[in-house]
């Protein structure tokens, strides 16, 4: 194991909730959930959850460009359906232990 620290190169997500996604989030949930979960097992999403508020969520993509980032998002139930009304991405560098 290296001491030595890295940067990954990611796409942090941030999709912003309709102001009545409390309520209207409910029938999309499941999916909502299930596709993340897999997508965190595929290692797409590095990590991803909400402001407890639900003013937005967030997630850390890896994908090779802001396009790819914003369209692993825009294929969620959440934004189908409306819950999601802004997706925006920005480069992110995530501290990783050196593998060398």
Same mark, same amino acid.
């Given at each position: 194991m290296s001491d030595a620290a890295e940067i990954e190169s990611l796409w942090l997500v941030e999709a912003t909730y309709a102001p009545n996604a409390a309520e209207t989030r409910k029938p999309f949930r499941a999916e909502h959930l299930a596709r993340l979960l897999d997508l965190k097992d595929a290692g797409v999403i590095v990590e991803v959850g909400a402001f407890m508020d639900v003013s937005a969520s967030i %997630? *850390? &993509? =890896? %994908? @090779?460009? @802001? +396009? +790819? +980032? *914003? %369209? &692993?998002? =825009? !294929? !969620? %139930?959440?934004? =189908?359906?409306?819950?999601?009304v802004e997706l925006r991405a920005r480069p992110f560098g995530r501290v990783v232990r050196g593998s060398g």
């Open positions: %997630a *850390l &993509v =890896r %994908a @090779e460009s @802001e +396009a +790819a +980032a *914003l %369209a &692993v998002c =825009r !294929d !969620d %139930a959440y934004m =189908r359906n409306g819950i999601w």
